[in-house]
C-alpha cells in the first residue's frame, strides 16, 4: 500500500487543485453577494425611508433561513450529488442576488411613483408605505439569496471529501475558505463604485452575474473524481487512499478472524 502510494505522488496528476480553486471562487462570490446590501444601506435607506428596524428586519430574516436552510440543503447535495446541488445551489443565490436589482421597479410600480427621486422626495405622509412595500420586496429577494448562499459549505465541503484524502482535506478546506475573507474584502473596493457609477441597481445585477459565470465552470470542469477525463489513475488512487486503507484493514480483519476459528477448530 505504501509503495502505491508513493507511486501516485511521484506521477499523479494535480487536478484537485483546480477544485479546490472552484471552491474558493465561489466562497469568494457567496460573500461579494452577500456583502452588497450592506454597503448600499445608506443609500436604500434614503431612497426608501427605511428606519434601522426596517433594516434590521431584512437582515434577520436573512440570517434565520441561511441557518434554517442548512439543514435542507444539505441533504438536498448529498441527494442530487456534488456537481448538480452546488450548480442549483449558486445558481438560486445569483438569482436572488440579481433580484434585488428589480426591488425598486417594483416598489415604484406598486406605490405608484415613477422614479427613484420621486420615492426620495415623496410627501412623509408616503414614508411608511414606501418603507413596507420596499422591505417586503428585499426580504423576498434575501430569502431566495439565503436559500441559495446556505449550500456552499456543504457543497464545498462534500467536494473537498470527493477529491482529497484526509490528510489533505484541513488544507484544502482552508483555502477555499479563505474565499470568504477575499469576498469581502473586495466587495467595499467595488460596489460603491459601481453604484456612483451605473446606480445601485446595476451593481446588484453585476455582482449577482458572477455566480452565473462560476455555474458555467462548474459544468465543464467538475466531474466525479472516477469520471473525470483530466485525472489520471495515480491521482484517484490519492484521492481515494483513506478507502483503500480501510478496505485493505477490513480484508485483514476478516483473515485474522477466520485464522482464529480455524485455530480454535484444530484445538477441539
Not at 33 to 46: A, I, K, P
Not at 89 to 116: D, E, N
Not at 195 to 217: D, H, P, Q, R, T
Amino acid at each position: 500500500m505504501k509503495h502505491l502510494l508513493n507511486t501516485a505522488n511521484e506521477t499523479m496528476t494535480r487536478y484537485r487543485w483546480t477544485i479546490c480553486t472552484l471552491l474558493f471562487f465561489a466562497t469568494t462570490v457567496n460573500y461579494l453577494d452577500r456583502q452588497v446590501l450592506s454597503l448600499l444601506q445608506t443609500e436604500l435607506e434614503t431612497i426608501f425611508h427605511w428606519s434601522k428596524s426596517d433594516y434590521g428586519t431584512i437582515t434577520s430574516i436573512f440570517s434565520l433561513t441561511y441557518a434554517i436552510s442548512m439543514i435542507f440543503v444539505g441533504r438536498f447535495i448529498d441527494r442530487v450529488g456534488t456537481k448538480k446541488g452546488y450548480a442549483w445551489a449558486i445558481g438560486l443565490w445569483s438569482v436572488g442576488a440579481c433580484i434585488h436589482a428589480l426591488c425598486g421597479l417594483a416598489t415604484k410600480h406598486y406605490v405608484g411613483i415613477g422614479t427613484t427621486d420621486g420615492l426620495r422626495n415623496a410627501s412623509p405622509d408616503l414614508f411608511p408605505f414606501i418603507a413596507g412595500v420596499s422591505v417586503a420586496t428585499f426580504v423576498i429577494a434575501r430569502i431566495v439569496l439565503a436559500v441559495g448562499e446556505a449550500g456552499n459549505f456543504p457543497a464545498a465541503i462534500k467536494a473537498t471529501a470527493e477529491y482529497f484524502p484526509k490528510k489533505d482535506r484541513a488544507y484544502a478546506t482552508g483555502i477555499f475558505n479563505s474565499g470568504s475573507n477575499v469576498g469581502a474584502i473586495l466587495a467595499p473596493l467595488s460596489v460603491p463604485f459601481m453604484a456612483k457609477a451605473w446606480g445601485w441597481e446595476i451593481a446588484f445585477l453585476v455582482i449577482g452575474s458572477l455566480g452565473f459565470i462560476w455555474v458555467g465552470f462548474c459544468l465543464v470542469f467538475y466531474k466525479k473524481p472516477e469520471e473525470n477525463p483530466w485525472m489520471n489513475e495515480a491521482e484517484r488512487a490519492y484521492a481515494n487512499q483513506d478507502e483503500a486503507i480501510e478496505k485493505e484493514l477490513m480484508e485483514q480483519e476478516e483473515i485474522h478472524e477466520s485464522d482464529k476459528k480455524k485455530v480454535t477448530f484444530f484445538s477441539v
